[in-house]
């Protein structure tokens, strides 16, 4: 996040660089040799490392023969009571923060400066005292400050400058609030933020608001004092005892980039000076012998025994782990932020992952920033690169570290693949912005092999059935197949060798079972012919009766009405048997000396009523063929059967009144 908002201020100082520039060339002498101190790998061995939990590392240095020139002078200061260090650069003024140098990797610093004044009554300007870079190589001082007091407005003026700028206003309202409380909400009461960038210093100064005095009485913090402090700041150094690259190159004696696999770049912000880089595939210190070294931040054992292998339902294998002493390098730390939700965070808090796959050496990650990304980015302080995706949500490559298997296998106490039976896999993506190793378990196991007997045996007898045809033996890694002995078969679903008599047995239950079904078969398909039988026997029966009952005559009828067919339809007893649910007795509406009426649902879901004729009687069928003959070339009245429905049932005659709401069906069975 920071080096993304350095990018930022840089872009934005570069129309300035041409002016800054001129005027520092004009003074830009390098420093006498004496000044500068080289020293040998022993006496950077005595020197501290750490400030607190700050880290040193030269050309900064604390104490004498520990710095390159008295600019990277560090002082650690430590308070007595609470037992905290700080550490600040030699003016004093100027801290260090956010974990300290790490020289090889960038050129800037996180910094903070504070100063405040007292407010005094009767006097209305207060010039604050000034902030200058801390020696000449330190090139850029950018970020924001925050100030307090009551009743000001806040002006500005650069070191290279005469103008001053009002920055911002304070007000202040009638209550009091803590100097803190005004802080947190820094939006012009009590508290207003300036942005600032400068390459030679600043100064602020206060000049009163007409009518806020604080001869009016009023006492508090915000009104006694006024104050700045940096919210955030970056501070840019290099190496300023020569003008560039070429012309320190020129001087070994004093040549900074030390280091073998390492370079020098030239200061193109303001064009003096110059710093030190690793080159591609090292890390470490640029400015020591020997400083840039491959990668050397994996450590393949596990320091802690109780740790959290999971998060949620993500599972978290080594050498990926969530405590300390728990995963294997930096870039592999992540925090399980909540269980619940299974969120689970990358070390640089942009990244989320949501799985885990060793066997492929892939990462599901999600980008949770809100800064535009389109392939994977994630910046670990001090870590190569090892992950490697498109896109905000991706399945990512991952390497162990950015060795080749030859590199790492030479390193042993560094190498990850610590489990037997395990082999180490050249990682490369084809565009080569990933370029390292992981570890595979070796064909015929299984496992994670990146922890000590991680990787173990698979049966394959097991897991892969019919894998032999015969008999499946698994030994250490692989397997083999073999054939049952003589006298013995292959039983394939209990996969052992059987004797051939036994199976005999089998088959003898076998035929006696398939030979019962067959008679069982036998029984139930002579059931089935006669039952077959007496339906054609019916059909017959019902094909005579409806012939006798007239049925042709209906069916003449009304196929020579044309106005009729469409509205008349004969019904099958099916039909009928259908929408009365078998005749049943609650379809019952009403009773006859003939016959039963039925309430029938047709399939179309019309409600009609079903006449049902116990008897037969000749005059009775002559009645209703005459009605339907009578009925069907007219309209039918209102308060007569708009329809008449003609059953074709095969043997029974069945007549249907189509009233507007109902059918009347009247219906003779034999
Ligand atoms: C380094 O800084 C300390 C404290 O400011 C000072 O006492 C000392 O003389 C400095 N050393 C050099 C070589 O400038
Ligand atoms: C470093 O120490 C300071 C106090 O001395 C503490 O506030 C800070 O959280 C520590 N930082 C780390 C990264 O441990
Ligand atoms: C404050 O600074 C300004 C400009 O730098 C100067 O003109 C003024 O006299 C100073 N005031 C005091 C009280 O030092
Ligand atoms: C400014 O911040 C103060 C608290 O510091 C708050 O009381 C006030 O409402 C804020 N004003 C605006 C306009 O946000
Ligand atoms: C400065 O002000 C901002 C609000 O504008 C606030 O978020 C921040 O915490 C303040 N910084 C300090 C150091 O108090
Ligand atoms: C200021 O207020 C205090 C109490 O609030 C009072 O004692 C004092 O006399 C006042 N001073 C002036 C100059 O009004
Ligand atoms: C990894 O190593 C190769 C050379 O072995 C180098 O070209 C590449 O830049 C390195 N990648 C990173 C991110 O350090
Ligand atoms: C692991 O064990 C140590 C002591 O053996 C204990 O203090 C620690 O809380 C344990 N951690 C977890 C995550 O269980
Ligand atoms: C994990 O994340 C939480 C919340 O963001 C944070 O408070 C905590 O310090 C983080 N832990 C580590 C070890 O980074
Ligand atoms: C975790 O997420 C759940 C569901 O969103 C939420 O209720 C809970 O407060 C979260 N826990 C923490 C520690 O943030
Ligand atoms: C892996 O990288 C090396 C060196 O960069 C290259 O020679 C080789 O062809 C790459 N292999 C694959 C499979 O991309
Ligand atoms: C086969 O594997 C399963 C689990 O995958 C296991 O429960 C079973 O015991 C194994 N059988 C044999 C014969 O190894």
Not at 253 to 281: E, K, Q
Not at 357 to 379: S, V
Request: charged share 20%; proline share 4%; hydrophobic share 35%.
């Amino acid at each position: 996040m920071v080096c993304g908002f350095l990018v930022l201020v840089l872009a934005l100082l570069g129309t300035q660089t041409t002016r800054v520039s001129a005027a520092l060339a004009t003074n830009g002498r390098p420093y006498e040799e004496g000044n500068i101190v080289v020293p040998s790998p022993a006496m950077l061995r005595r020197c501290p490392e750490r400030c607190g939990n700050l880290t040193v590392a030269y050309p900064f240095g604390i104490g004498s023969g520990c710095f390159r020139d008295p600019d990277f002078n560090l002082t650690c200061v430590v308070d007595g009571s609470t037992g905290t260090s700080r550490l600040f650069l030699r003016d004093g003024i100027t801290e260090v923060i956010n974990g300290g140098f790490d020289v090889g990797w960038s050129r800037y610093i996180s910094a903070a400066y504070a100063d405040d004044d007292a407010v005094v009554s009767g006097v209305d300007v207060y010039n604050m005292s000034s902030w200058s870079p801390p020696g000449r190589s330190f090139v850029g001082f950018s970020g924001r400050i925050n100030v307090t007091g009551c009743g000001f407005d806040v002006f500005m003026l650069y070191n290279d400058s005469n103008t001053p700028f009002k920055a911002c206003s304070i007000t202040c309202p009638g209550s009091e609030i803590t100097e803190t409380a005004a802080m947190e909400n820094c939006n012009g009461t009590w508290c207003c933020t300036v942005p600032f960038y400068s390459f030679n210093g600043f100064q602020f100064s206060f000049v009163r608001l007409r009518g806020q005095d604080s001869r009016v009485n009023r006492t508090g913090p915000l009104w006694n004092k006024v104050s700045v402090t940096t919210d955030y700041a970056s501070l840019q150094w290099n190496v300023a005892d020569q003008a560039n690259c070429a012309d320190a190159k020129g001087d070994a004696a004093t040549y900074a980039c030390l280091s073998n696999n390492s370079s020098c770049v030239d200061n193109l912000m303001t064009h003096r000076g110059y710093s030190c880089y690793c080159n591609g595939g090292f890390l470490g210190n640029p400015y020591v012998p020997q400083g840039c070294l491959r990668d050397r931040g994996y450590n393949p054992i596990q320091q802690v025994a109780n740790c959290t292998r999971q998060c949620g339902d993500i599972e978290i294998p080594f050498p990926f782990g969530i405590e300390e002493g728990c995963y294997a390098r930096k870039a592999f730390h992540l925090n399980c932020t909540n269980a619940t939700t299974s969120t689970l965070q990358m070390e640089d808090d942009e990244h989320q992952v949501t799985h885990i796959n060793l066997d492929e050496g892939l990462i599901d990650i999600k980008y949770i920033a809100y800064y535009q990304q389109d392939f994977l980015r994630i910046y670990v302080d001090e870590e190569p690169d090892l992950y490697m995706g498109y896109g905000e949500t991706t399945s990512a490559q991952w390497a162990v570290a950015n060795l080749t298997c030859q590199e790492a296998q030479v390193d042993m106490p560094r190498y990850a693949c610590v489990s037997t039976n395990s082999e180490c896999l050249v990682v490369n993506s084809t565009q080569n912005l990933l370029y390292g190793y992981r570890c595979k378990c070796s064909t015929g196991f299984q496992g994670n092999p990146y922890v000590r007997e991680g990787c173990q045996d698979i049966d394959e007898c097991n897991k892969t059935i019919g894998i032999c045809e015969e008999v499946c033996n698994n030994i250490v890694g692989s397997y083999h197949c073999s054939k049952c002995p003589d006298k013995m078969e292959y039983d394939t679903t209990t996969r052992k060798c059987t004797s051939i008599k036994r199976q005999n047995i089998y088959l003898g239950i076998i035929i006696g079972l398939t030979g019962g079904f067959g008679v069982i078969l036998l029984i139930l398909s002579g059931l089935f012919m006669v039952h077959r039988w007496k339906r054609y026997i019916q059909r017959q029966l019902r094909r005579r009766y409806f012939r006798k009952n007239q049925g042709l005559l209906l069916e003449q009828l009304i196929s020579s009405d044309e106005n009729a067919s469409d509205k008349t339809r004969i019904f099958s007893v099916e039909e009928l048997e259908k929408a009365t649910n078998n005749f049943d007795q609650t379809r019952i509406v009403g009773r006859g000396g003939h016959g039963m009426v039925y309430k029938g649902i047709l399939s179309d879901q019309r409600v009609v009523a079903i006449k049902k004729s116990k008897v037969i009687e000749e005059g009775e069928i002559n009645q209703f063929i005459n009605e339907v003959a009578i009925l069907l070339p007219n309209k039918p009245p209102k308060h007569r059967p708009a329809l008449w429905m003609l059953s074709r049932n095969r043997g029974t005659s069945v007549s249907v009144r189509f009233y507007p709401k109902w059918i009347i069906v009247w219906y003779s069975s034999f």
